[in-house]
């Protein structure tokens, strides 16, 4: 069965702990959720650096070298547009709480690293807390699934840079934050690496 939410998993030094965040919701929460899917193409990284350009083409098939400028091979880049609201206390299809943080349990936070279940005002301050103090490039994107790209569906999780992160808090709403965010595919170097070396 293909994954019936968003869960986005992201790497943060938080208190000097490192610590993995998720975040869950709903993809349609009361109308206000929204997941665009498109391309990008063109250029990917541009660098002067003739070293560093043939070492990224030799970690991975999909990236080659053409001059000053490294481009994945393919029709480009997967980027997805996310508009979703906070869970809150909202459950997912089996009845647990959405996870917002480190750890599952509503009852352990809310605090710096976990707000399950929690307020607005936590929800927001916890995700900005991770997306301020994640490092989010390719040695460590973050991951996103949902539906077909999770683990029981046909495609993998992806490896995402977010853009423009936003959890806004509207006064209209009593129950839950706006969040907005561009999530794009990357090549995760830290995985590439690691095959690399496995490889005789």
Do not use: C
Not at 32 to 55: H, P, W, Y
Request: charged share 20%.
């Amino acid at each position: 069965m293909t994954l019936e939410y968003v869960r986005l998993t992201i790497e943060a030094e938080i208190n000097s702990t490192q610590r993995t965040g998720v975040f869950e919701w709903a993809p349609a929460a009361e109308g206000a959720g929204v997941i665009s899917g498109g391309i990008r193409t063109g250029t990917i990284v541009e660098s002067g650096g003739q070293a560093a350009l043939a070492l990224l083409s030799r970690l991975s098939d999909q990236v080659e070298a053409r001059g000053q400028a490294i481009r994945v091979s393919g029709g480009g880049q997967l980027a997805f547009q996310l508009e979703a609201e906070t869970p809150t206390t909202g459950t997912k299809p089996n009845g647990d709480t959405f996870q917002w943080g480190s750890d599952p349990d509503p009852t352990v936070g809310p605090n710096a690293h976990t707000a399950t279940g929690a307020d607005k005002e936590a929800q927001q301050a916890v995700l900005l807390t991770y997306l301020s103090r994640s490092d989010g490039d390719s040695f460590t994107p973050a991951t996103l699934e949902f539906f077909e790209y999770s683990s029981n569906g046909f495609l993998d999780p992806l490896s995402v840079a977010l853009e423009d992160p936003e959890v806004s808090i509207v006064n209209d709403d009593p129950t839950a934050a706006d969040i907005s965010m561009t999530a794009v595919s990357v090549l995760d170097l830290e995985q590439a690496l690691t095959q690399r070396q496995r490889q005789p």
